[in-house]
């Protein structure tokens, strides 16, 4: 089962990027539970061991000395502190999902501007980046956009498919001329100076804990697509079906090898939208490998084409894998043990069911996908949750709130440092004797102090 997946199981991501779904609610709550200030927080990574580890209910994050500042206080797993930013876990999340979902505008192949076009690998890690940053930031803290265009800047590097920095600070110009006439899109999408980007990168490194390294299911897709098409059982499987999403296509198969070869475009093209729709609108990254989200993906993909050709959605939910799958499965790892075959095709049900019960996923749309419109449409679709949440932090972050919020105590070293030198301080600061005439100061020697004494 571990495909192409050899080195997630020794990667960060693995060590410290996957939870339970309770410790990543737990972990969401820390999060905006205060503000923070200008230094990132990083107590997200590693966080599900750390919960794990500790058998009391109470949570402390382990961090090196060096790391004072970062360090939260305890807080109790059943009885959360009230909240001190105004803002729950789930409208943060609000936030997080829309600007993911704007982040492929600026970067990979649906990229506004053509030098910013680039794999759905730099879009993938660019969204898993910005996500892990909120795991333990608050919005309120850091603005989202900074942050997120920051992360296509760091993604490009790690995927070695750099981009240019003034590429992206046009790209946020474009974008904010389109949006500039609605005011909450305005407050949220504006446009970005390059230093503005290199700074907000600045914090997305250690807001991570410096793991940039994001693993993703599309190598798996692509080989287990491949392998799939190709097996005796596909076509039997498939043969009565013409072709689903293109019936209007003039193309025909001539033979076997041609039907084989559209359909493995057609389904690897409907997992990739599976697995990136996963990505953004769902918490799978942060509680399966990329293997398994592979396998799911292209469960739901041939459940899809299934779906389009019998126009019923029953082969979605009905809680097992998709036929095709399971027999593949049972002839590639004939030799496992049948505990971890069943075990292993319930992790990829549990992932179908989490990504169909997601509120922005429609998979009756896959037949007829197309970036630009699916972007829309799941816009269209949380309009009124958007415009409620950004109403809440454009109030949260107004100088009115800002002043009534208490500020930190300032050190004493940094009143200090603050404060003017002597030299700079007028005279009218001290009290000056009055002037006396040098003349009327008697000359003081040994003799008259002693008779003066006397």
């Keep these: 089962f571990r495909m192409i997946g050899q080195p997630f199981e020794v990667s960060t991501q693995a060590a410290s990027w996957l939870f339970t779904e309770e410790s990543l609610s737990l972990c969401r709550k820390q999060a905006v539970k205060e503000r923070n200030g200008k230094r990132a927080r990083k107590f997200a990574s590693g966080f599900d061991q750390r919960s794990t580890s500790t058998g009391s209910t109470t949570v402390k994050p382990s961090f090196p000395e060096s790391d004072e500042d970062n360090l939260l206080p305890p807080f109790d797993i059943?009885?959360?502190r009230s909240n001190r930013t105004?803002?729950?876990?789930?409208?943060?999340?609000?936030?997080?999902?829309?600007?993911?979902?704007?982040?492929?505008?600026?970067?990979?192949?649906?990229?506004?501007?053509?030098?910013?076009?680039?794999?759905?690998?730099?879009?993938?890690?660019?969204?898993?980046?910005?996500?892990?940053?909120?795991?333990?930031?608050?919005?309120?803290?850091?603005?989202?956009?900074?942050?997120?265009?920051?992360?296509?800047?760091?993604?490009?590097?790690?995927?070695?498919?750099?981009?240019?920095?003034g590429a992206l600070e046009h790209a946020t110009e474009i974008i904010f001329q389109r949006v500039k006439g609605v005011q909450l899109c305005r407050e949220e999408l504006g446009s970005l100076s390059a230093r503005d980007i290199e700074i907000a990168e600045k914090q997305l490194m250690e807001g991570v804990n410096y793991q940039f390294i994001c693993h993703h299911p599309h190598a798996t897709i692509q080989s287990l697509v491949s392998e799939i098409v190709h097996s005796d059982f596909f076509l039997d499987d498939h043969h009565e079906h013409p072709h689903p999403t293109d019936a209007t296509s003039s193309y025909r198969p001539k033979n076997s090898f041609d039907l084989r070869d559209q359909r493995r475009v057609e389904l690897e093209n409907k997992a990739m939208m599976v697995a990136q729709s996963a990505l953004l609108f769902s918490d799978v990254p942060f509680l399966f490998s990329p293997a398994q989200i592979a396998f799911a993906s292209l469960s739901m993909?041939?459940?899809?084409?299934?779906?389009?050709?019998?126009?019923?959605?029953?082969?979605?939910?009905?809680?097992?894998i998709h036929p095709t799958l399971h027999k593949y499965i049972r002839s590639k790892f004939a030799g496992k043990p049948e505990s971890k075959v069943v075990e292993f095709e319930e992790e990829v049900v549990a992932i179908t069911h989490m990504v169909v019960r997601s509120p922005v996923m429609d998979l009756n749309m896959l037949s007829m996908w197309a970036g630009a419109q699916r972007r829309e449409e799941v816009v269209a679709h949380q309009a009124e949750e958007l415009r409620i949440v950004f109403r809440k932090v454009s109030h949260l972050r107004s100088p009115i709130a800002a002043k009534l919020s208490p500020k930190p105590q300032q050190s004493f070293r940094k009143r200090k440092a603050e404060m003017p030198p002597m030299t700079q301080l007028g005279r009218s600061s001290f009290v000056s004797p009055s002037p006396v005439s040098n003349s009327k100061i008697p000359k003081v020697t040994p003799n008259r102090v002693s008779s003066a004494s006397a």
Excluded: W
């Design 301 to 320: 993909a041939l459940a899809c084409c299934d779906m389009c050709a019998s126009g019923t959605t029953t082969s979605l939910l009905a809680g097992s």
């Design 86 to 165: 105004g803002l729950t876990a789930d409208e943060q999340d609000v936030m997080i999902r829309f600007h993911s979902h704007q982040m492929s505008m600026v970067i990979g192949p649906n990229a506004v501007l053509p030098e910013l076009m680039r794999s759905a690998s730099v879009l993938a890690t660019a969204v898993m980046l910005f996500r892990r940053f909120y795991l333990s930031n608050c919005v309120l803290d850091f603005q989202p956009r900074r942050v997120a265009i920051a992360a296509c800047l760091l993604a490009s590097k790690i995927e070695e498919e750099k981009v240019p920095i």
């Design 78 to 80: 059943f009885e959360p």
